[in-house]
């Protein structure tokens, strides 16, 4: 039997048995000595965890089954800035407001370790995680990431596009959409420059440069819809081709059950990763419960905890060249070597080209989105 075919809950077993050996390996106290030490604590306190995001809610349960340690879960609507602000507010505080963990935005990592905030600490898997997706002295480190791909209102589009030049065909007459503006909605920023990538840029000035002479062109086709691309517009017919992150479209896929089909395509010819990153507070009052959360979120068992919810783990790319995804995930998704070729762009590279489009479009494309 293939170990790709075997179930999610046998394959969680095993892979887990294989984790802990690395870890041991790993130059950090065993893996027993540190879920004694996470048990003496007794508790992990989160925040901005909600149960509806990225499968979080099986996550947290999982890991207090597996482990008998409670989790305190903090504000789970906060953004990141506020995940920043509770560890500055609560130094030397070790009473239930102070967050142990973190889970924010990239550009929140680098900052937050300026600032003494994070203590460094790497995982088992710590080598499976992508160098242009962590801090290399393990202060920040990658979790999860969405593409950006195509949702595609299959009763109106026969042919499902498989890459950014595709949009241009006369097939795609004013059917293709952002979500959001692209002046200052993120994932329309990285839309183009995804792109601007298909394109061949190299830098985030490049691709911002080659993907608003992209849009430029799909908008004088006839091709570009200028309408907000959510849930109802693209079920409706208005934007029948929408870009956006693909769990966001994965879930809609789902959550519209057929109603109308939905197909998610990840381009051939220019995947761009948005990432998340976690890292533990300097101040942690339980930082062996936050190492051990932390071994458990990139442990094979936490990876695929998180692909259940359609956030694509850190590790997926060498997972699923280990056949360590179970098929039922995979038939869920779109084929696992479109996500071989994601970029993940620097913090430089995206400001640099949020930068960029945020000045050009309306000078080089000159459509508003509403």
């Known amino acids: 039997m293939k170990i790709s075919r075997m179930s ?10 294989s984790t802990s050996l690395a870890f041991a390996q ?65 130094k030397g505080n070790t009473g239930p407001q102070a967050p142990d963990v973190i ?16 203590m460094p600490y790497k995982v088992a898997t710590w080598d499976e995680i992508p160098d242009d997706a962590k801090d290399a002295d393990g202060y920040w ?30 097939d795609y007459a004013n059917s293709v959409a952002l979500a959001g503006d692209p002046r200052s909605a993120n994932n329309a920023i990285m839309s183009l ?22 849009f430029k062109e799909l908008n004088e086709a006839g091709n570009f819809v200028t309408v907000d691309a959510e849930a109802a517009p693209i079920a409706q017919g208005t934007t029948p081709v929408a870009m956006n992150w693909d769990y966001n479209l994965l879930s809609m896929r789902d959550n519209l059950n057929g109603n109308p089909p939905i197909e998610v395509v990840v381009p051939s010819d220019g995947v761009v990763a948005g990432v998340y990153v976690q890292a533990i507070s300097s101040y942690a009052p339980h930082p062996n419960a936050a190492k051990l959360w932390m071994e458990y979120l990139y442990s094979d068992e936490g990876q695929l905890t998180w692909l259940k919810g359609y956030c694509h783990p850190i590790r997926f790319n060498a997972m699923s060249k280990a056949g360590k995804i179970p098929q039922d995930l ?16 620097t913090l430089d590279d995206q400001n640099a080209a949020k930068a960029e489009i945020a000045a050009k479009w309306d000078s080089v494309v000159g459509a508003t989105v509403q």
Not at 49 to 70: R, T, V
Not at 330 to 345: G, I, M, R, S, T
């Open 8 to 17: 999610t809950t046998a394959l969680a077993t095993v892979l887990s048995l």
């Open 26 to 90: 790993s130059g950090e106290m065993s893996m027993d000595d540190l879920v004694a030490a996470a048990k003496k604590e007794g508790q992990l306190t989160t925040i901005a965890l909600p149960h509806d995001w990225c499968n979080y809610g099986e996550m947290i349960e999982g890991f207090k089954a597996k482990y008998g340690i409670e989790i305190n879960e903090l504000n789970p609507n906060a953004g990141s800035g506020d995940e920043i602000e509770a560890i500055k507010a609560n």
């Open 103 to 118: 889970d924010v935005g990239l550009s929140f990592g680098p900052s937050a370790k300026a600032e003494d905030l994070l």
């Open 141 to 170: 480190y990658g979790d999860y990431y969405g593409v950006l791909a195509f949702g595609i209102n299959k009763d109106v589009i026969d042919t499902a596009p498989q890459s950014f030049e595709d949009l241009l065909k006369s």
């Open 193 to 214: 420059y995804a792109a601007g990538i298909a394109r061949g840029g190299k830098t985030g000035m490049e691709a911002a440069t080659a993907g608003l002479e992209f």
């Open 330 to 345: 995979l038939d869920k998704l779109p084929p696992a070597e479109a996500y071989e070729k994601a970029v993940f762009p």
